[in-house]
């Protein structure tokens, strides 16, 4: 059974940073695409960026040079350090799993980045 178990989460004030964590269980982790999305209240859920199978990373515009995405495949792992976070940024953020190839899309159960002073 494929899990995403994501982490790092929390409460912080503008202009710091938060490192969140998804830990992939029950699937081949380095034949995914992984990414993350967030969704504020009212609002759609987004792409914030994406780590192909091929590790070249790409992002949203309103979080590029503030935002990174990374992957360890022998950890199984893939990671979004957020730096010099705003209010915006308020959301519940969502790790994905994608294999196009085969049609599987799999998502953790979200945890909450909420930026305020």
């Known amino acids: 059974q494929v899990r995403l178990l994501e982490s790092g989460g929390g409460l912080v004030q503008p202009g710091g940073s938060l490192r969140l964590s998804c830990a992939a269980r029950g699937m081949i982790f380095s034949a995914y695409d992984m990414a993350w999305y967030r969704q504020a209240p009212g609002k759609q859920r987004e792409l914030v960026a994406a780590i192909p199978i091929t590790a070249i990373p790409n992002y949203r515009d309103s979080v590029k040079d503030r935002f990174t995405i990374s992957r360890d495949n022998t950890k199984n792992t893939v990671y979004l350090q957020m730096n010099s976070l705003k209010p915006e940024d308020t959301a519940v953020y969502y790790c994905?799993?994608?294999?196009?190839?085969?049609?599987?899309?799999?998502w953790g159960q979200g945890t909450q980045v909420t930026v305020s002073s």
């Open positions: 994905n799993a994608r294999r196009s190839l085969f049609q599987l899309d799999y």
